[in-house]
């Protein structure tokens, strides 16, 4: 093994089995999108329909980011959201979802979420600030330790939607769309 940091962990028990440097806090990318969609899947209401906000495409463009493709004023369920988050790794989905699921439609009420959500779980070395995986406000603001995002890919794994999600094979944004129903 290569990585500067890693761990091998027992799926049952969460136990290390071998790790370095697994407790050392790193920026973290797009693996954020995993605790928003977790967010969202025990919020429910999968089927809720939702309109994309204009301020996607500033954000996205501000960022260069990885998109799913979606359209300002396009109208899509939760469910066909989280697809959009996680297959393609979709940061215009994430600012969907996160206006969507945040308090008063406040991404800064969701990204609390997120952080309350991370100390109940136990993962006191993670701190989120962008609920996509972005460097905002910079690089180092949203981080984490291999330790606990081993454990946060346990838990969310419990998660029969998530596990659906993530077990699916898309070749194109029509097949993402059909995943969802």
Request: aromatic residues 8%; contains cysteine.
């Amino acid at each position: 093994v290569r990585a500067r940091w890693a761990e091998v962990a027992n799926e049952s028990t969460g136990a290390d089995l071998w790790s370095r440097s697994s407790v050392t806090e790193r920026p973290m990318g797009s693996i954020t999108k995993v605790m928003t969609a977790y967010l969202v899947i025990e919020a429910g209401h999968l089927n809720r329909v939702i309109t994309v906000p204009t301020g996607i495409t500033a954000y996205d463009d501000r960022y260069d980011a990885a998109t799913a493709g979606l359209r300002p004023g396009e109208k899509l369920t939760a469910l066909q959201l989280l697809y959009a988050l996680l297959l393609p790794s979709g940061c215009d989905a994430a600012f969907t979802l996160a206006t969507a699921y945040g308090a008063d439609g406040s991404r800064t009420a969701f990204i609390a979420q997120m952080n309350a959500t991370a100390r109940k779980f136990g993962l006191t070395k993670t701190r989120f600030s962008d609920f996509s995986g972005l460097p905002d406000p910079g690089e180092y603001s949203t981080y984490s330790t291999v330790r606990d995002l081993v454990s946060l890919g346990r838990d969310v794994m419990r998660q029969p939607v998530f596990r659906r999600i993530v077990a699916a094979e898309v070749g194109s944004a029509e097949e993402l769309v059909d995943l969802a129903y």
